[in-house]
């Protein structure tokens, strides 16, 4: 907890969003620190599973984002492209619109 955040938002490559999650507000302006469990979420818009794969890891290996001591798993996404992909989708009676995760 408490490690200083690096992100330079700036130089992030086009399609690609930081989710934070244990995250909190620094003692500094603008500052942002852990604050423990799975601190952020690196997510990147491709044409393929493939290059979103490669992009995501690019920008993390770059310094552009993270903190001190941080492990970011390599393997998200990785069993996908080696067999089928499976597909769900959710019905409902209340008429609720996914559109927003079609487009994410």
């Known amino acids: 907890k408490g490690k200083v955040i690096t992100q330079k938002t700036s130089e992030l490559a086009a399609g690609l969003t930081v989710y934070h999650a244990g995250t909190a507000q ?29 992009q995501a890891y690019e920008e993390l290996d770059a310094g552009k984002v993270g903190f001190e001591g941080a492990h970011f798993r390599r393997d998200i996404g990785k069993r996908a492209l080696r067999g089928p992909v499976r597909l769900a989708v959710l019905g409902s009676t209340r008429g609720t619109d996914l559109q927003y995760v079609i487009d994410a």
Not at 29 to 48: H, Y
């Open 26 to 54: 620094g003692k500094e302006p603008g500052e942002l620190v852990t604050n423990g469990g799975r601190v952020l979420v690196v997510s990147a818009k491709q044409t393929s599973l493939e290059a979103a794969i490669k």
